[in-house]
């Protein structure tokens, strides 16, 4: 199988370099590379350049806002961005929900919510974990009670990234308790301006405001916020998944990261000699390097593979697996590299000693535990990499 692009591959990633160089923001491409956390303002800066350029919804077809680019197109795509700092874009409207309209919705709904999902009027979210239904997400208890025009929705939802700057929540809700668990539940499209939504913020480890708890107390949704058939937001759940998993693996922000690491650790010292010279820690370099390289191998083959009209099976989990996997090792190396430049708790040290970020150490110090304590969700969401694990025992074992 030849992994190599071809002419009209290259030719297109010469065209998005020269885009990320020309169209992506200094002050933004900066604050990814020190891996700074990103104001609302600035996510919707770059989701606006993105869809003026009609390269936002890199996956969807041409007749609904997208590109229509190939698989290897938004491969390359994604790599090149993440190579220019260029930061992602929020998934959980434009390659989430937006793969879900498009194939389950109803004509009115994909007028009505794609449009609004590319120029940035809605600011979605996701409803699916709950407090007890994390990684078993078919055992969530959030219900909606069918009324003549619709429904009356109740319960909480956990682990809402983002979820204070939304104005849209699509949810897993359970409408028929008697069914079993994967067969009661629907997929709704809720306004988190409703009467009866709360959101309350959840402070990380890492002490920034990501996710959220919100809470639903009567809250009415309309009849035509249902997407596919009531009972049925399984398949809808399913089929959303399989696109957030592959999406995590992240070959390319994995490259980037350590690209940034090499760069770190050239001019650090330990004990008096280069850090690289330490052989302990280029040996752990060195595995997750060709880690990584063995995985960039696997997406390729299976971007070919998709090229051909076959369809993504347990794939997804095995690069959600290994992809995540990689990018902690590589924050883990970051962390070990730096030593004590990395504060564990940034904002407290700096307010107590009037110290500015830059004073703390090399370039990514102050950021390195942050960073990593961050990224320990990465093995996490979108499905434990336990259940993957399962997930793909089951289906190729036939266990």
């Known amino acids: 199988m030849d992994l190599d692009f071809t002419p009209e591959e290259e030719a297109f990633r010469e065209q998005v370099r020269a885009f990320f160089r020309d169209a992506l923001p200094v002050d933004i491409a900066a604050k990814v590379e020190r ?24 996956g ?62 809605d600011w979605w979210c996701q409803g699916y974990s709950e407090p007890g239904a994390g990684s078993d997400l078919a055992s969530l208890k959030t219900s909606a009670v069918r009324t003549a025009d619709g429904y009356v929705v109740n319960g909480q939802k956990t682990w809402t990234t983002l979820g204070q700057h ?84 992240g070959v390319g922000y994995s490259y980037a990261a350590l690209s940034r690491l090499k760069r770190a650790v050239a001019t650090l010292t330990r004990n008096g000699q280069p850090l690289l010279q330490d052989h302990d820690f280029t040996r752990r370099l060195a595995r997750v390097e060709i880690a990584l390289d063995n995985m960039k ?35 883990a190396l970051m962390l070990r590299a ?17 110290l500015a970020l830059d004073d703390l150490g090399p370039a990514n110090a102050s950021r390195a535990a942050i960073t990593w304590f961050n990224n320990r969700k990465l093995s996490i969401f979108g499905g434990s990499n336990e259940i993957q694990k399962n997930i793909i025992a089951k289906t190729v074992l036939e266990l």
């Open 35 to 58: 891996d700074e956390r990103l104001s609302k303002a600035d996510m919707e800066r770059w989701h606006a350049i993105l869809n003026a350029h009609g390269w936002l919804a890199t």
């Open 60 to 121: 969807w077809p041409k007749e609904h806002g997208g590109p229509g680019w190939s698989a290897m197109q938004r491969y390359i795509f994604e790599f090149e961005g993440a190579m220019a700092n260029a930061p992602r874009i929020i998934q959980f409207g434009v390659n989430m929900l937006g793969p879900v309209l498009i194939r389950f919705g109803s004509a009115a709904q994909k007028a009505r919510w794609l449009p609004r999902i590319l120029d940035g009027r």
């Open 166 to 249: 939304a104005n849209m929540i699509f949810c897993l809700v359970r409408t028929d308790p008697a069914a079993r668990k994967q067969q009661g539940i629907s997929f709704l499209l809720i306004d988190m301006n409703s009467p009866g939504v709360q959101v309350r913020p959840i402070i990380t480890l890492d002490g920034e405001h990501e996710v959220n708890e919100v809470f639903f107390t009567d809250v009415k949704v309309p009849l035509e916020n249902l997407v596919g058939e009531e009972n049925a937001g399984w398949t809808c759940a399913k089929f959303l998944l399989t696109h957030e998993r592959t999406g995590i693996a």
């Open 297 to 331: 191998t696997t997406n390729l083959r299976l971007l070919s593979a998709a090229a051909s009209g076959a369809a993504p099976g347990v794939e997804s989990s095995m690069l959600k697996i290994q992809g995540t996997e990689i990018r902690q090792q590589i924050n």
């Open 338 to 354: 730096m030593g004590p430049h990395a504060p564990l708790f940034v904002n407290d040290m700096t307010d107590a000693a009037g």
